[in-house]
Nanobody, 114 residues
Framework: QVQLVESGGGLAQPGGSLRLSCATS??????????MKWFRQAPGKERELVATISGLVEDTKYSDPVKGRFTISRDVSKRTVYLEMNSLKPEDTAVYYC?????WGQGTQVTVSS
């Protein structure tokens, strides 16, 4: 049974940084074969895709609002995916979810406020 557990959320000031982690377990195939994604959902809004990492060459993609500020990465030995968030803005406030296929983590709250 695949499980995803997010951590690292919290309160940050505008312009600040946070690093989210997604610890995984239960994969039946090598971790590097899985497409891993970060989504976020702000209050009153639909869940949106933020970043994707996939393939043996670690192809990464980002949504326009976070491009240049967020970086998705993974540690294959730890089976963990990260989302480094820099130059945070109040509009980045949301619950952030780790995802692969139809499996979701419980989410971690990120609040950007002065």
């Amino acid at each position: 049974q695949v499980q995803l557990v997010e951590s690292g959320g919290g309160l940050a000031q505008p312009g600040g940084s946070l690093r989210l982690s997604c610890a995984t377990s239960g994969f039946t195939a090598p971790f590097m074969y899985y497409v891993m994604k970060w989504f976020r959902q702000a209050p009153g809004k639909e869940r949106e895709l933020v970043a994707t990492i996939s393939g043996l060459v670690e192809d990464t993609k980002y949504s326009d609002p976070v491009k240049g500020r967020f970086t998705i990465s993974r540690d294959v030995s730890k089976r963990t995916v990260y989302l480094e968030m820099n130059s945070l803005k109040p509009e980045d406030t949301a619950v952030y979810y780790c995802n692969t296929a139809d499996i979701w983590g419980q989410g971690t709250q990120v609040t950007v406020s002065s």
